[in-house]
C-alpha cells in the first residue's frame, strides 16, 4: 500500500507536533523550577515563571506544536493523524532524563 503525498505530509506534520508538544512539557517544568528556585513558585500565586525565558522557550514550543497538529488535519485523515497524538506522552517521557 502506497501512501500519498498528503498522507505523507500530513503523517510528518503530526509526528513533528507530537515531538514539539512533547517536548515542551519538559522544557516548560524545567522552567518553573528555575523560576521557582528564585521567586514565588506558580503553585503558590506566583508569576516568577513569566521572567523565566526557559518557560516561554517551552510555551513557544508548544505552540508550534499545536499548529502543526493542525495544519497535518488539512493533509490527512483524522483516522491518521489523532492517534499520532499520542507519541506526544513518548517524546515527553523520553525528553525526561533531560531534566
Do not use: C, Q
Request: proline share 3%.
Amino acid at each position: 500500500m502506497v501512501m500519498s503525498l498528503d498522507n505523507l505530509r500530513g503523517f510528518a506534520l503530526a509526528t513533528s507536533s507530537s515531538a514539539f508538544i512533547g517536548s515542551s512539557f519538559v522544557i516548560k517544568k524545567i522552567g518553573l523550577k528555575k523560576a521557582g528556585d528564585v521567586g514565588v513558585r506558580a503553585g503558590s500565586g506566583g508569576y516568577s515563571y513569566l521572567y523565566e525565558p526557559l518557560w516561554w522557550i517551552g510555551m513557544v514550543t508548544m505552540i508550534l506544536g499545536e499548529v502543526a497538529n493542525f495544519a497535518a488535519y488539512a493533509f490527512a485523515p483524522a483516522i491518521l493523524v489523532t492517534p499520532l497524538g499520542a507519541l506526544s506522552i513518548i517524546f515527553s517521557a523520553s525528553t525526561l532524563h533531560f531534566e
